[in-house]
């Protein structure tokens, strides 16, 4: 009962903090991007280890990008704290309201990246929190009733295997015409 009243006033003082959000929205492609934020909830080691080839592909194509992982679980936190290229965020920083407070996510949210990608395949309120507040340009992710933040959002239907979302993002994000 309380974490719902929680949940409730944090979707609250989401919406309030993004119906204020001035960005400069801005469809871009791949190839194109020069800097990209990439958010995720990975419920296992596995989950993130299916997305570093894709992370690996975004770098190598000459874009900066900052990696954020949300994680809600004190054995993979300590599996990704040996990443220093990652920033993490646990449930230990997270307000009342469910509401990520660290100088990592004020960071991350103020930072205009080109592209910003959630490849969680879930609804995670922190994370969620995290994309609709950025000030990316474009923002992109997996479809969900309760997550509308998205400049573009993949419908792959309920049961999303990673893999396949990933290929379907690469497909559709380096075949985006911004002229």
């Not at 000459?62 to 949300?70: H, P, R």
């Not at 994370?127 to 507040?133: M, P, R």
């Amino acid at each position: 009962m309380l974490e719902n009243v929680r949940f409730a006033f944090g979707k609250r003082a989401l919406k309030h903090k993004y119906k204020h959000n001035k960005r400069e929205k801005r469809a871009i492609n791949l190839k194109e991007a020069k800097t990209a934020g990439i958010v995720m909830y990975p419920k296992t080691v596995n989950d993130f280890e299916e997305s570093k080839s894709f992370l690996d592909e975004i770098r190598n194509s000459g874009a900066q990008i900052t990696v954020l992982v949300y994680i809600d679980d004190d054995e993979l936190y300590a599996y990704f704290r040996k990443k220093n290229y990652l920033n993490i965020v646990t449930q230990h920083e997270l307000n009342w309201l469910y509401i990520p407070k660290h100088q990592i996510v004020e960071r991350f949210i103020s930072q205009p990246f080109d592209i910003l990608i959630d490849l969680s395949l879930q609804f995670v309120f922190p994370v969620t929190y995290i994309t609709a507040t950025s000030e990316a340009r474009f923002k992109v992710g997996l479809k969900n009733k309760q997550h509308q933040y998205f400049d573009m959002m993949l419908d792959l239907g309920e049961q999303v295997e990673r893999a396949h979302f990933i290929e379907q993002l690469k497909y559709y994000l380096q075949n985006i015409k911004t002229k």
